[in-house]
């Protein structure tokens, strides 16, 4: 019976953690739309809803950078002067007016009421009130944007904001602006009131202050905050700081602050009465001190008859004295009250009264749900009543926690949590690192005179993979950290994942590897099939009892390309024109290669087939090789051959071998030589060993018997061209008519050795 109760109060906190995510402004509430549709389908698990809330911050983040702007702007005006500023607002009969400000310092010198649609675009200038001026009052259904404007130095006596106020509703959107020094001397902000709906983004708050709101109140439909900085403004200027806040909210219908920074702020930072919901996401509450005789209730954050969810903050050296009981960081009374994935660290509270109740967050007639939050807190009184949290007349919720609560105290009651006899927790998956110092502990985590229920909660893990760079097809060690709140996990597996494959063993089955104190580590051979120059990994945590599933984030992989060597060798080593060797190409590694392929080059010359393309050869068992015919032309010499190897696994590798060049043989072939006269015409061939023509022009000389043709008692020599003899001569009267042996001899050449040819003349 128990269990179907717990189920259904379970829903039911989700669906109320949804309603308080519900758009309010037209300009953004497309991103705060989706996410509420999001969580009211999410009845299992308020994990996902922090989660959810992330992705609405980085999307509000994107949206409102454009989306804050001027609408429909009729009338454009460019004003030099303060007096200018206001006598074009007064005069100019357009609805939607926009008014540039020339950059420089525009001193105060009467309060502007407005009554239209103005856009301000501040162009960096400087608004001044000379402490004596309030800036601007916006009058009923009016609105105003502003834009790059630092307004400073404001003061007003009436119940307004020092700055910038409303008298009735209005619409009021202000980005990228600073608020310095503004003073509010009644109650309603030092810098802003907003009594309609007002968004702010990316502005900057420092040193305002009022009697009990500092920098902004809203009494107003809609206030919305996003990425600004609160820094020493003081949240009461006559030091109460029963509910005074920096920001002070009340009775709105909606409340979203999201990216935002309180920092060195005097007194709470926000406090909020009756608003129907109130997101806080993604803010950093940080460097705070408050010192005071008077109850705290709340030295951060104090929420009253509202529904509230605060999700992904920091809250972070945080150190209050008060004389009184109620002085946790957090006060809470009525309404739901959820807290998400928080942070709080270094927070000190010491109270100089007889108890002190709930170290970071008093609940009071509330349902609340408290998950994955870290309350690293030290509190320091005679008596503690939940050294984290005091749970007075509520049921709450508190799941997937870490206690890191330090007690210092003669009497402990509850180290982390006090469940009074009014009060129901259901408890599960907490940790608790809790220590207490003094005498008298009581109970060390959770202390009930209530109702306590425990329930079966899976822990959540962090499981996270690092950048590394691995080189292709080497060894690499794949390793995951797995931790949660109580340490290192000891169980489950994670399988990795590479740009999406899950990494599979040598018989094509996952690897399932074991984690072990905290790590889950595997040795894996890069496969051949990895070309890519970069890759992502993840891990996948699974397989455990006791924690979710889990995966990381993504991580890097830089392929690093491999060294090897090259070798080139010449079968055989020298050869002639026309003769066949093999060129053999070896990539020496210490894994085999069966990827990429080598070019070859002669003499600096790519060596290319008979088409003409480039010979490209493919590499087998680190092997290429290549039958390359020598060209013509080479002589007997050492020529260059050279090969490269490509592949994108490894680095450029070259390597180069010498060839022994050699002169080719002649043979010179001759058709016989008849004449009836002394004119004759010598015909043949000159062919290399393997037929083909010699290439060139060969000078050959002619010898008739014993006697070899001269002029002047020199050889007559005779250019045969290409191989073909055609020579026509004279015989000389010094050779008698008959038949001889006649010799053509062709001379040594570059790329030929000489040769001799005979055949037989008759003439007569």
Same mark, same amino acid.
């Given at each position: ?263 060195? #702020? *005097? @007194?709470?930072?926000? $406090? ?6 109130? %997101?806080? !996401?993604?803010?950093?509450? +940080? &460097? =705070? ?36 009981? #109620? *002085? @946790?960081?957090?006060? $809470? ?6 807290? %998400?994935? !928080?942070?709080?660290?270094? +927070? &000190? =509270? ?415």
């Amino acid at each position: 019976m128990n269990k179907k109760i717990l189920s259904i109060f379970l829903v039911l906190t989700i669906l109320l953690v949804s309603l308080t995510l519900v758009s309010a402004t037209k300009d953004i509430d497309d991103a705060d739309n989706s996410l509420a549709d999001k969580l009211a389908q999410d009845d299992n698990s308020v994990e996902n809803t922090a989660s959810k809330i992330v992705t609405e911050s980085k999307t509000i983040k994107k949206n409102d950078k454009n989306d804050v702007q001027t609408k429909s702007a009729t009338d454009t005006v460019t004003v030099k002067t303060y007096s200018q500023l206001v006598n074009t607002i007064k005069t100019s009969s357009s609805k939607n007016l926009t008014i540039n400000l020339q950059k420089g310092t525009y001193k105060i010198t009467e309060t502007i009421s407005l009554n239209k649609n103005l856009t301000l675009n501040g162009q960096n200038s400087v608004i001044d009130g000379q402490k004596k001026y309030q800036f601007i009052v916006l009058r009923g259904g009016s609105s105003l944007n502003v834009n790059n404007l630092t307004i400073q130095n404001t003061k007003t006596s009436l119940d307004t904001g020092g700055a910038i106020s409303m008298s009735m509703p209005a619409t009021l959107t202000v980005k990228n602006c600073k608020f310095i020094n503004n003073v509010g001397t009644s109650t309603n902000g030092g810098a802003i009131t907003n009594r309609g709906n007002t968004t702010i983004l990316d502005c900057v708050f420092t040193n305002n202050t009022s009697i009990k709101s500092g920098a902004i109140y809203s009494g107003g439909e809609n206030l919305n905050i996003y990425y600004s900085t609160f820094n020493k403004n003081i949240a009461s200027s006559d030091s109460n700081v029963d509910k005074t806040a920096v920001i002070y909210v009340v009775g709105a219908d909606n409340v979203r602050m999201t990216g935002n920074k309180f920092e060195n #702020n *005097n @007194g709470r930072s926000i $406090h909020s009465y009756r608003n129907s919901k109130i %997101l806080i !996401n993604n803010t950093k509450f +940080i &460097n =705070t001190v408050l010192k005071t005789s008077n109850d705290i209730r709340g030295a951060i954050l104090d929420n009253y008859e509202s529904n509230m969810t605060l999700a992904n903050s920091t809250f972070n050296n945080i150190n209050t004295t008060t004389s009184k009981k #109620n *002085n @946790g960081i957090i006060y $809470h009374e009525i309404g739901v009250c959820n807290l %998400l994935n !928080n942070r709080f660290t270094n +927070i &000190n =509270t010491k109270s100089t009264a007889s108890s002190m109740q709930g170290g970071i967050i008093f609940i009071r007639n509330a349902t609340s749900t408290l998950t994955d939050n870290t309350f690293a807190n030290s509190i320091n009184s005679n008596t503690v009543r939940g050294g984290a949290i005091y749970i007075n007349m509520g049921k709450v919720t508190a799941t997937s926690n870490l206690f890191k609560t330090r007690v210092v105290g003669n009497n402990a009651r509850g180290g982390a949590i006090y469940v009074d006899n009014e009060a129901t927790l259901y408890e599960g998956g907490n940790v608790f690192n809790n220590t207490v110092t003094g005498t008298g502990l009581i109970n060390r985590t959770i202390f009930v005179l209530g109702k306590l229920y425990h329930i079966n909660v899976k822990q959540n893990v962090d499981v996270k993979v690092n950048d590394m760079s691995i080189v292709y097809g080497g060894n690499v060690m794949f390793t995951a950290t797995v931790t949660s709140k109580s340490g290192l996990v000891n169980e489950g597996n994670v399988l990795f994942k590479v740009n999406g494959v899950t990494l599979t063993s040598s018989n094509n089955k996952a690897i399932y590897v074991p984690v072990k104190n905290g790590r889950a580590t595997v040795n894996y051979t890069v496969p051949a099939s990895w070309s890519k120059t970069n890759y992502t990994l993840v891990a996948k945590f699974r397989d455990s009892a006791n924690f979710n599933d889990k995966l990381s984030a993504d991580a890097h992989i830089t392929m690093i390309k491999r060294n090897a060597t090259l070798s080139l060798t010449i079968t055989p080593s020298g050869g002639a024109m026309d003769d066949v060797v093999t060129l053999t190409a070896k990539v020496h590694d210490s894994i085999p290669v069966n990827t990429g392929l080598v070019i070859f080059k002669f003499h600096g010359q790519t060596i290319r087939d008979n088409n003409g393309s480039q010979v490209k050869v493919l590499v087998k068992n680190g092997v290429a090789s290549y039958k390359f015919t020598l060209p013509h032309g080479i002589s007997a010499k050492d020529y260059v051959i050279s090969t490269v190897y490509s592949n994108i696994r490894y680095n450029r590798l070259d390597a180069n071998a010498t060839l022994n060049g050699k002169k080719a043989n002649m043979t010179v072939t001759l058709n016989k030589v008849t004449s009836n006269s002394r004119t004759i015409r010598i015909t043949g061939k000159l062919t290399d060993l393997k037929g083909h023509n010699v290439r060139g022009d060969t000078y050959c000389s002619v010898k008739i018997g014993n006697t070899v043709l001269t002029n002047n008692s020199k050889p007559i020599y005779h250019s045969v061209s290409n191989g073909i003899v055609d020579i026509g001569l004279v015989v000389p009267d010094t050779i008698s008519a008959g038949s001889y042996t006649l010799v053509l001899i062709a001379n040594e050449r570059n790329s030929y050795n000489g040769a001799r040819g005979n055949t037989t003349l008759t003439f007569s």
